[in-house]
């Protein structure tokens, strides 16, 4: 899926756990959004974001971060409309019937974009390994 005409390439995308280490005050997703941004997209699949929010329904700091996080520059958040849930229905059997994880996968592949994750075995049969960048659970 090529960028459309305009728009800027989508260079890595995060998963949920990139997600939840960023809300815990970790650096690395920001690290990663600050050598992106200036020239290309760091994206956040939208049922990736949903759960997010879903998971920090209680935490009003971590909702709050996943907001300054969506509206930063240089982040995008995917629209998972009927098109995309089309082209990306493929993937759903591929995880197991994880509905974020296979927006995030299916997303990543369609970009040749590097996956973000705490988790890179869950991805590993789905994703080349030279995509996915392991972030640390902890900052250094």
Do not use: C
């Amino acid at each position: 899926m090529a960028p459309a005409e305009g728009t800027r390439e989508i260079r890595v995308v995060l998963d949920r756990s990139a997600l939840e280490s960023y809300t815990k005050g970790h650096v690395h997703v920001g690290e990663v959004i600050t050598e992106v941004a200036d020239d290309a997209n760091v994206a956040i699949p939208a049922t990736v974001f949903m759960e997010a929010q879903a998971r920090t329904l209680d935490d009003e700091r971590a909702r709050a971060l996943l907001q300054v996080l969506a509206a930063a520059e240089g982040v995008v958040v995917l629209a998972l409309g009927m098109a995309e849930a089309t082209r990306a229905a493929g993937t759903v059997p591929l995880v197991d019937g994880d509905l974020p994880l296979a927006h995030g996968v299916w997303a990543a592949n369609a970009n040749a974009a590097f996956y973000l994750t705490t988790d890179p075995d869950q991805v590993k049969s789905v994703i080349p390994a030279a995509h996915v960048i392991r972030v640390p659970t902890e900052d250094a």
